[in-house]
């Protein structure tokens, strides 16, 4: 099937952004613009170009500009160029909340669900999937420099709070903007036992790793 013709538009430069791309096969890709500002807003392109390279998924919804020059006076031999503009960078996470803070862990399933547990919300500044671990807050003494277990022997040191990992990860598919699902407080098929906790989410994007944001929680009997 032959690739959609593009809307004849007049010479000059557009500001667009990439709403679809395609690894040919042949060397070439085929990506679709969409215009974002002007008379011509809301028109979409679709054209095939060369010289691209990496995963066509890294393009979707990155800023570009198409130039429209026709060299010979005739619509037919118009040529177009793209520039896609820099890449975005590191996802950035923000506004990460739990609620209710204290909960109790469901007794089965996995550790997302649409129904059941607590609601975490949060956003992100692009589309990128984010990787969630929990740790457990647990009351400590120092040691030199380092936050141990109590014990009879250290109890008259200093007191701490150590993070100790959970076994196990989940990670949510999230869009650009606002985001949200209810955590079951459960890990690994597993629930977490009643006490004090952390939750890491980290965004990941392009092969990007975006700044690990933190928010406490409870589990109750």
């Not at 500002?37 to 198409?66: I, N, R, Y």
């Not at 079951?184 to 006490?195: E, F």
Request: one cysteine or more; charged letters at 25%; aromatic letters at 6%.
């Amino acid at each position: 099937m032959a690739d959609p013709e593009p809307p004849a538009l007049a010479d000059g430069t557009y500001d667009a952004l990439v709403v679809d791309a395609e690894d040919r096969g042949d060397g070439t890709m085929r990506v679709e613009l969409t215009i974002v500002a002007g008379p011509a807003k809301g028109e979409v392109v679709a054209l095939v170009s060369s010289g691209w390279s990496g995963d066509p998924l890294d393009l979707l919804g990155v800023p570009a500009t198409l130039t429209v020059r026709d060299d010979y006076g005739l619509t037919a031999s118009s040529t177009h160029a793209i520039r896609v503009n820099a890449l975005p960078g590191p996802p950035v996470l923000s506004r990460l909340s739990i609620k209710p803070a204290k909960f109790r862990a469901a007794k089965r399933g996995g550790s997302i669900s649409r129904k059941t547990g607590a609601k975490v919300s949060y956003r992100v500044s692009q589309r990128a999937t984010t990787l969630f671990l929990v740790t457990r807050v647990l009351p400590g003494r120092l040691s030199g420099r380092r936050c141990v277990r109590p014990t009879a022997r250290n109890r008259g040191a200093k007191r701490c709070t150590r993070f100790v990992k959970v076994r196990g990860s989940f990670s949510h598919a999230d869009v650009a903007g606002a985001n949200s699902f209810r955590f079951t407080g459960r890990i690994r098929k597993q629930a977490l036992k009643p006490g004090s906790y952390r939750l890491d989410a980290s965004p990941r994007a392009g092969g990007k790793i975006g700044r690990t944001v933190s928010v406490r929680f409870r589990i109750v009997r």
